[in-house]
């Protein structure tokens, strides 16, 4: 059956000048992130120390819709008000999906953080890496096509070859 | 202030006065990736090579005996003069002695380090005298050997073996001089105190209350003792506020920058004060070793107060002690074992060829050809890099592009192979980038604008195939331009895409421009960079230097590009736990 997700494993690594009401916050900074198009999110635990530059080294795994385009990573912070959201930031898909590097690839990203005005309001620092499924050589044509692959002349030898990448028998190679 | 890496805005302070009440507590831009490594206690780049000697076939020069040979280690500097390093002991008898004496050479990346050994025969008559008072003059000379040290480091046994020749201003017959004079092998192994890097969490108890209204806010700072008694600071902690049982987060030593385990440290416990006039709570002065004991026994260790008595110093114990709950020593990986495991550095180059530079024919062009021979300022940069890269780099083929011209049948081109081939853009060496860059000036006319995009992302796309491949193999692109950025946020998302590939970019900027903007790519120079899509570089790639302004200074055009490049190539390196293949 075709697979309708990717697992993806994200560590939020920190954060940096977070400001509320444009002064830098104290503590009790954490993140989540979230799938577009989906209910599914994950959250670190509250850095309860690190004030405007927290920082976690949290690994989050989340599944990832195939149709989805991007993330949403937020920071938010708790007060005595409650929890109040710092900034969001919008992660395509493309920034770690596709291009020439494999898909096991260990992916740095940062990205800018808007509050709900739009203003800038900090930088969140998170790697991504996509976990790999194990292909086998005679692996369907379905789950191939479903990660993207081209497929090839499917009249062509047994079932659908994906062109364009070799194809392994067992595990995917590491990117070194 | 040294590689401690837990600063917070208090411990910036801690030295250097008050910080701004919310500054960023890292000294340069708090980088993803430079983050995610500090927290793992890699440091910066430090490599001490020893380098030992050996020698086959010397040349018999005793009558009744063989040679007593010794070696003396020489650096040429660039106007080509000698300055002796050291030199070995002497090896009675032997015409394929092994010297015992080791010699330490501070390694500099960015420069290339020319090293001359010249074999001695020392006469016996001398041989109670010490190696140091030897004249050279009353000694046989047996040959000489020149290389690079760049040559030994990227190797992976790390050896060299030298053909011994006569040197050339020798007054000895012409006939000598071809004869075989035997070979100096050459080894140069990194010191392990280059690698080795201390783990440390430090607290302290009974602290005395310095403040009026409130407990201390310690923080401590760690000094290493110079010869002459200089305390210079290596290391801090972050300042913890109101505490007098402080407990620090964990700080980071390179072994080699204090010197030994045996140095001794000064370990100050000063409490903080934000008009910078801190006061000194107490103070030990301590070994790594000694500390590392205090961690193995679990005692804590009275801090001390210097006093003076009438004219007396004496040093007050106090109840105050400094324990040692953590002592890790680690072996990191560093720029040289990578080189040695199999990692290169793959050279690029593009070429501004934008009408700004002037016409080419006319002797007040950046890109005239001097009949004399005499570099213009593009090929200079262009030689200055590649001597220093090319060691790095095993097959020495580089990919060569030029920018901003027209061919003679074409549009503008932003992205052209510099050979003039249509189908591959590498080059032979640097007389093959030479021979392309004067072929292409005959085959294009100048035009504009000034834009870098095309290149970079064709250079990132060059490091992007190589990962896929397996490769691994770091890119380092210098791009050499008279003007300023046409595209200058095209520009800026092609570089914060390229910061996730093993890819560094050097730009030279030649002329007479203002290149003020061109120092935004550098994030040494401010903020980093930002995409149009609001995505951040997650590392600092750039290196930029306007040709002009070290020209007469101290410092080489290549040494304030190439300076960075080690410490860039392992962020990447070591955040994908790439390892060297030893």
Known sequence: MAATSRTLEITVISAENLQLDRKPIKKNASATVRAENDGQFRTTD?????????????????????????????????????????????????????????????????????????????????????????????????????????????SFGCGGVPTGIPVWCGPYPKSY | MGNCFSNDTGGMSAVGGTAGAHGNPYDGPNDAVDLFLRNRGYNGLFSQIELSFAAIDLLDRDVLSKSDPMVVIYTKGRDGGLSELGRTEVVLNSLNPKWITKHNITYHFEVVQTLVFRVYDVDTQFHNVDVKMLRLEEQQFLGEATCALSQIVPKSDRLLTLDLVYREDSESSRSNRHRDRGKLIVHAEESVSSKTTVEMSLRCSDLEYKDLFSKSDPFLIISKLTESGTAIPVCKTEVIKNELKPAWKPIYLNIQQVGSKDSPLIMECFNFNNNGKHDLIGKIQKSLADLEKLHAIGQGENLFLPTTVGHDYQNKILKSQLFVDKFTESVQHTFLDYLAGGCELNFMVAVDFTASNGNPRLPDSLHYIDPSGRPNAYQKAIIDVVEVLQFYDSDKRFPAWGFGARPIDGPVNHCFNLNGSSHYCEVEGIQGIMMAYTSALQNVSLAGPTLFGPVITNAALNASQSVANGGRKYFVLLIITDGVVTDLQETKDALVKASDLPLSILIVGVGGADFKEMEILDADKGERLESSTGRVASRDIVQFVPFRDVQSGEISVVQALLAELPSQFLTYMRSRDVKPIL
């Open chain 1, 46 to 154: 509250m850095d309860t120390e690190g004030g405007a530059y927290p920082k976690w080294n949290e690994k989050l795994v989340l599944d990832l819709p195939m149709q989805a385009r991007s993330l949403t990573v937020e920071v938010q912070c708790k007060t005595s008000y409650g929890v109040r959201t710092i900034g969001t930031a919008k992660i395509p898909v493309s920034d770690f999906v596709g291009g020439f590097v494999p898909e096991g690839y260990l992916h740095f990203l940062s990205y800018r953080l808007r509050n709900h005005r739009g203003e800038r309001n900090g930088i969140v620092n998170i790697s991504v890496r996509m976990k790999v499924p194990e292909l086998k050589a005679c692996a369907t044509t379905s789950s191939l096509s479903s990660m993207g692959f081209p497929m090839g002349d499917s």
